[in-house]
């Protein structure tokens, strides 16, 4: 193995460069040369690489985003696309592809793998944590800190005015975010995608709170819950608390930027250096991840389809604390 | 002058306890007795008062909020609600009132002491910065942070995908939040509602920085727009620009809360500390301010019918560092 | 078991006051009453407790030290000093305890429960992460985080000027927090009690990172540096990199203080939550932790002898990270 | 007036990129050309000249440090380096000069343009905020911001230990971050290098406040404060005030970085926008600065010479506020 091409797909996550940097860097270390591509699979149609070499990836561990910009791409999802990618891979002369991203990236990196024979390694990179084969995700604690803050200082005018607040974090499909949020923040309730949602207990829950002397609410909402976020949810109890004057704010894509904690720069560091470790052992067509604390792979099949999903006891002990 | 009383009302600003506090130090230091009356003219209106002293406000310095809480008092507009109020601060036997909020509480303090012989001072404590008789008012400079910081973070996303974001911050009536997150934020664009918007000449704006290699802008936006915000004004063009998939954040009530910034504290404690050495001095009547670093007061008269708006030069300035 | 105690003890660590809250309201849950006790063992000996409900822990959970104050207390130490304590526990018909600290707080513990006859249970909470039995302490993420938002800053300036700068970070005996802010902040190298270091390496890869182009280094030094810190290393190779400019910054206490993040909010609630749940189910005098994500109890005679350590290959990773 | 250079030089600070870009930028919008030089007079006399563009500048202005990088020049304090300098100036055809740094840097401006016939403007661009002609100088706020935000952490840790802190901030000559930092922080005390200070007198406020029941202090410190700084005040009252374990802590450089407050950005912007404008209109050799929010130009000479200090109100108001 002589040359080696690294990119980021799908959204952006806080901690992506801090893998690049890993990624370039652990292959200089092993003599290995590294071309970055940019916008992830709708550069390497387009043929966007660029050389890329230690000094290249100087200071951006502590920047969001990613300095290698990404991209959800449609032509990848044709055999023609494909084929264009695989004639510059092929120009370039690289023996093997880093692709750092979510589910829809390493399903891309599956199907390419299958035509082509160049091998490719996963880095879970995505804010939803979602991902089977690893405890974290690249980005997930990131925004679960953003959300936090966020909710402290909704949580300051909510206090001030005794007022009911429903929260929108990001989250199509799964609730890590919001429950991590919830219990983070102290919220009274969270509503995830995963957990029925029964609207009378919720009425009940802020009655009751209301009775106990607790002056206001806040109530975290993933975006995906199946009654329609958190204005779903508010429009559907607003007439019965009105006196305490229910308020939505959406985060939004704030979540997604900001530099990175300490944790998703280390477990970005980890991921792309042993990425970088298992593509010289051999391995390809894997995701690479964290499992309790382990180095950990998995076939893309797996980790496409296998399902992770928060912890029961987690969301028992949030209604727990919650008050 | 021996016994005053301290209240937060309308709309919580960070900062609000840092004047709580220095109003309560100040007269203590004075040898006044202080009461805080909670929730503004709502608790005057029902007798929650509460004897302050100096440990009483105690590391509250940094906290965003208002440990006195606020409200919005519908019945303080009518005669029987200030009878109400008037009947507790005679039992209480306070002297003066020292009353900090914005336009609203300045007119309820206005038309209060009209009636009944109970001098108010008012302290300018609204995110919005749009009070006449002071440069700046408590709370401003901390949401302005706020918004840049999001807009900081948004704008990772924004530049690792392209994109054209429309970001909505406070300000129903004034675009001072707005022209200082832009100018602050490096935005390419920002609409206010003391300005007219020509929605052609935006996208002229856009288009030519698509040509000139800006691959992604951010549009700040004021609440109050006349075209409906920023999902107002994001439907108006995005069939035109819809290669950069524009989206809407809006940052919402976290511009309110978080621990207030440094100019806020230190803003905030001498208009508190000036508000009691004025009222000892005679003043009374007026809201305190500070106008080109100095104290200032005037009437409540003027506070409230007169008019600021941000300046022409910053606006122009703005337009011309966008690029 | 129908009372408990909580306290918190020795150095403060954020995050406590999560683990505060989840043990009271977990306790509520189950019905049991609880008492907070001031300031560690010597609140105990003197009698300081206070009964908690639910509410008095609301609106704690995002704020830094410790509601319940702490100390680090010499009469415990002594037979009579915990004699007092035993009188005061009887008195308050306290049947377990849960202590919230570190290595010393278990100690006392431990020889405490075998004198007499009050069940403990240990909640780890200390930044440094030196206990055995559980991956994280309380703290530990909130401090490396800190120490990293200030290397950032400090890099901002080591980068404009070309400078040399050690910085230290805290840990008397444990490298945890220099090794993970070294990682997440990109340093140049890191310095720390559980490995030799050997001077001439160091100033070899100086010379080589500026040989390289690399202008400026940053040096994370772990306080208990076999050494002397931050100091005692720059003094010893100041003379011959003087063309850098060899600042010392000791980021010192702020490390204890700050809102928690996110993964100490949770693990904080975690422990606090399960340390009354192991009480219940008839646990005693072992420390609760969270090893492999698994809540995990060890006894305190183990927790205070075993050694925990950074592991080796994230210490190699470091140094091919760096550069 | 054709082409003009820009450069940053002495102390970095926040800030310094926004006025770099609004130089570029206002520079490009009137069609003249402009060169960035790096590290300030250093490179001027090395040549080190680069050709800036809009969008050379994009990005920067959320980022600490300066991407001119700086440096303080020996060389330019002699005939040989200016006659260099001039030399370069020369060749690159540069028509006049914006000069961003404090007092050694305007000095540097004025000798300079007093031998050669180059017009310089300076802009006031030190965290310090003590150069005459402007009320605020560009990085100010965000130091104050950054001593406050540790102040802040320190706290917690202060209350819940009830210990007394001495912290030391920047300023060797001024006061200004001290006295700001302690304001903002609700500290018990501070001392600067504008005032005399009574140790008598603080140990006098220290007891008092504890036997008011005040369990914890904070002392602000300026750096330069003639009893040596945090480490020489804290030396001479320990004996007496063993009981509160007094600590030390030094922020040190981190005060230098950081990403620019809001106010910063905003008058960073305003600054470098003008002196281009001011250069258009013809003055040179002034330092630009803002008072009373207007725009002010002052000649070199006052204001290296002219002393601008903290206001007495504000002392004698932050010792009444302390408690």
């Known amino acids: 193995m002589r040359r080696i091409a690294v990119f980021t797909s799908g959204g952006d996550a806080p901690g992506m460069n801090a893998a ?12 290995l040369h590294v071309y970055g591509i940019e916008r992830g699979y709708e550069g390497m149609i387009d043929g966007h690489f660029k050389r890329m070499e230690r000094r290249d990836v100087a200071n951006i561990i502590q920047r969001g985003g990613t300095v290698l910009r990404t991209a959800r791409s449609m032509r990848f999802m044709t055999p023609e696309g494909r084929a264009m990618a695989a004639d510059h891979l092929k120009a370039y002369d690289i023996d093997a592809c880093i692709a750092i991203g979510g589910n829809g990236t390493f399903t891309g990196a599956k199907v390419f793998s299958e035509e082509y024979d160049i091998p490719f390694i996963g880095v879970p990179g995505t804010i939803d944590n979602d991902l089977y084969g690893t405890d974290y995700t690249i980005g997930f604690d990131t925004a679960v800190n953003t959300a936090i803050e966020a909710v402290d200082k909704i949580r300051d005018t909510a206090d001030s005015h005794n007022r009911l607040f429903f929260v929108e974090v990001m989250g199509r499909h799964s609730g890590y975010i919001a429950l991590h ?15 029925e949602t029964n609207i009378e207990d919720l009425k009940t829950v802020l009655r009751k709170n209301k009775a106990r002397g607790k002056l206001f609410s806040v109530i975290v909402v993933a975006e995906g819950h199946h009654l329609g976020g958190a204005a779903g949810v508010s429009a559907l109890i607003k007439d019965e608390l009105a006196s305490m004057e229910p308020k939505v704010t959406v985060i939004g894509h704030l979540q997604r930027g900001g530099a990175p ?15 970088v470790n298992r593509l010289l052992e051999g391995e390809e067509n894997v995701a690479i991840g964290i499992v309790n604390d382990n ?23 949030a209604s727990i604390l919650a008050i």
Do not use: Y
């Open 20 to 31: 690049v940097r890993a990624v370039v860097r652990t292959a200089a270390w092993n003599k």
């Open 181 to 195: 949020t919830a219990i983070g923040s102290g919220a009274s309730s969270v509503l995830i995608p995963e957990a």
């Open 261 to 275: 904690t300490a944790l998703d720069r280390v477990l970005a560091s980890r991921l792309g250096h042993h990425a």
């Open 295 to 317: 180095i950990f792979t998995c076939p893309f099949e797996e980790s496409i389809t296998k399902q992770k999903q928060p912890r029961e006891a987690l969301i028992r002990m």
